[in-house]
């Protein structure tokens, strides 16, 4: 029980009451000075008189007194999320934004699954692990440098599980990763992987992309420009380049001379080319200068675009492709190139582009 009026315990309490407290303080100071705070809050030092600030510190039954006078006084942080005058504000650490390109230079892409049972054509085991072509392949079966489980194998027709142990010249055949690369052809540039003139090619241009054996999905003329797939995955660039699957091109077209009206009628209508009738999609004119021609079309014959205007007496000038199966050069520049997105592939893959 406390007595409310002086907030002392009556007698047999366990709160001291004021007197006790001063003969305590008395004990404590050598000069009879009465009890003082530890140290002054204003600037963190102790008073005179006073007990010094101390850190104790238990560890392992032993006690350590830790003199703590130096430390420096809280100071709370602004809404700004610095200190107070005379500090040195905080600067968050920025975060880390690498290039388009790391030091790997590829990306990683979501491996699809595999199914263990199903076969595989030998030929192309080999053009997926990236040794060869699938003509080159064959050449080497023949040859009986491929063994399969520790047999060779020298049947053209010969088929392999993923599980199985290939071997080319005695070294294990390994599958590659996946490489797609989107890039903005230039001018006087062969697409191709080995030209034997020793012209400048696509090839050269991505050589230090990427580890892998790459190669270009379809062809664009020397001098064609615009959108151009490399990659080694030979499904996907056959899913593209086949005729079936009809996959959709954008090129922008500029003649040497206007097209005419009964001219454009003749090329919408449908042009013959090695006996097949070729009809353009759409063809839209972007502005009154009927030289320009924006024209989408399916057709993977060779120079198609070229044959079309010069069957009714046009001469291409400037061919340019801007989209190819959904894929545009947008942001990357004349030269450049950039690895697919993981989403654009799997778009690729699902057929979701046309």
């Known amino acids: 029980m406390f007595d409310s009026r002086n907030r002392t315990p009556r007698q047999g309490g366990y709160r001291q009451n004021e007197n006790s407290r001063e003969q305590r303080g008395a004990s404590m100071s050598a000069d009879g000075a009465s009890f003082r705070p530890r140290f002054n809050p204003s600037n963190n030092t102790p008073q005179e008189g ?116 290939i071997m080319f010249h005695n070294q294990p055949v390994r599958r590659e990763r996946k490489v797609y690369i989107l890039l903005n052809k230039p001018k006087n540039t062969v697409t191709t992987t080995d030209d034997p003139e020793e012209r400048h090619t696509v090839i050269d241009i991505v050589r230090n992309a990427c580890a892998e054996r790459i190669y270009p999905v379809g062809r664009l003329d020397r001098n064609t ?44 209508a449908g042009v013959t080319l090695d006996n097949e009738k070729i009809v353009p999609d759409a063809m839209e004119f972007p502005n009154e200068d009927r030289k320009h021609i924006g024209l989408e079309i399916h057709s993977g014959q060779n120079r198609v675009v070229r044959r079309m205007f ?45």
């Open 225 to 268: 420009t615009g959108v151009l797939l490399l990659t080694n995955d030979g499904d996907l660039a056959a899913k593209l380049t086949h005729p079936k699957f009809g996959k959709k091109k954008i090129y922008a077209v500029t003649l040497d001379r206007e097209l005419d009206e009964a001219d454009e009628a003749i090329v919408r």
């Open 50 to 165: 006073g007990r010094r600030r101390q850190r104790i510190t238990r560890t392992a039954g032993a006690v350590r007194v830790e003199n703590t006078e130096s430390r420096p006084s809280f100071r709370p942080r602004t809404a700004q999320g610095g200190e107070q005058q005379g500090e040195r504000s905080f600067r968050p650490r920025p975060k880390h934004n690498p290039s388009v390109y790391s030091n790997r230079k590829r990306q990683e892409y979501i491996k699809t699954y595999e199914d263990p049972t199903k076969p595989m054509r030998l030929n192309k085991y080999l053009a997926n692990a990236g040794i060869c072509s699938r003509r080159e392949a064959d050449d080497f079966i023949q040859a009986g440098v491929i063994t399969v489980n520790g047999e060779v194998v020298d049947n053209l027709g010969a088929k392999v599980l993923p599980t199985d142990k």
């Open 310 to 354: 010069e069957k009714v007496g046009y001469k291409v000038t400037k061919l340019d492709r801007v989209s190819f199966a959904g894929l545009t050069k947008k942001n990357v520049a004349r030269g450049k190139y950039r690895f697919l997105t993981a989403k654009e592939v799997a778009m690729l893959q699902m057929g979701a582009f046309e």
